[in-house]
């Protein structure tokens, strides 16, 4: 069993900066796969990044490339989320995900447990 708590959003204004945190519990977390999914209002929940057990294997949607880094420190059991040249469209509540494979993935089904989001609201 793995909890997530995720934890760093609120109010930035365009162009600005802020550090999402992923804390899991369990002694195992450091074989899991971890990603962020987004969810705006009225819209479906996207893929954000995902980041593989060790680190060493990132990916990211489009929209967020270049201006998003996923990265994580197993010996904190915690996933970030660091986001630069933060854009309005980039408002929603976002979710760290976890995945038993060890191997993050961009759907959203694959992975077995969800934290409860944080908000992000970005001003322009």
């Known amino acids: 069993q793995v909890q997530l708590v995720e934890s760093g959003g609120g109010l930035v204004q365009a162009g600005g900066s802020l550090r999402l945190s992923c804390a899991a519990s369990?002694?195992?977390?450091?074989?899991?796969?971890a990603g962020w999914f987004r969810q705006a209002p009225g819209k479906e929940r996207e893929f954000v990044a995902a980041i593989n057990w060790s680190g060493g294997s990132t990916y990211y949607a489009d929209s967020v490339k270049g201006r998003f880094t996923i990265s994580r420190d197993n010996a904190k059991n915690t996933v970030y989320l660091q986001m630069n040249s933060l854009k309005p469209e980039d408002t929603a509540v976002y979710y760290c995900?976890?995945?038993?494979?060890?191997?993050?993935?961009?759907?959203?089904?694959?992975?077995?447990?969800w934290g409860q989001g944080t908000q992000v609201t970005v001003s322009s």
């Open positions: 995900a976890a995945v038993g494979t060890g191997y993050g993935s961009s759907w959203s089904r694959a992975y077995d447990y």
């Open positions: 369990g002694r195992t977390f450091s074989t899991y796969g």
